[in-house]
């Protein structure tokens, strides 16, 4: 079954740290782009994250940049979040997803998502 399973969602307080995780079935992470999303409640989803499958290229959207870091870890097939110096404004669902279009950082590029973990952060 192919299939993306996140976890490691939860409540925290400003300035805390989340590290999500997406594990993988049936699908091997190195070969595709995989990126993190994130969908606030009236919002449209955004991408916030990717690393891609051509050479580990990682991209972040300017919010995440200097606060978020994408990793994958390949014997795993697992991909990571680790969310630092969290705002109020992080408050989503966060998505992992995988994919083999451009652009990365559209929702059209990913063909395979998951269920979704909740990251809620208080001020």
């Known amino acids: 079954q192919v299939q993306l399973v996140e976890s490691g969602g939860g409540l925290v307080q400003a300035g805390g740290s989340l590290r999500l995780s997406c594990a993988a079935s049936?699908?091997?992470?190195?070969?595709?782009?995989m990126g993190w999303f994130r969908q606030a409640p009236g919002k449209e989803r955004e991408f916030v994250a990717v690393?891609?499958?051509?050479?580990?290229?990682?991209y972040y959207t300017d919010s995440a940049k200097g606060r978020f870091t994408i990793s994958t870890d390949n014997a795993k097939n697992t991909v990571y979040l680790q969310m630092n110096s969290l705002k109020p404004e992080d408050t989503a669902v966060y998505y992992c997803?995988?994919?083999?279009?451009?652009?990365?950082?559209?929702?059209?590029?990913?063909?395979?998502w998951g269920q979704g973990t909740q990251v809620t952060v208080s001020s």
């Open positions: 997803a995988a994919g083999d279009r451009i652009p990365v950082v559209k929702t059209a590029a990913y063909d395979l």
């Open positions: 049936g699908r091997t992470v190195s070969s595709y782009n």
């Open positions: 690393i891609t499958w051509s050479g580990g290229s990682r």
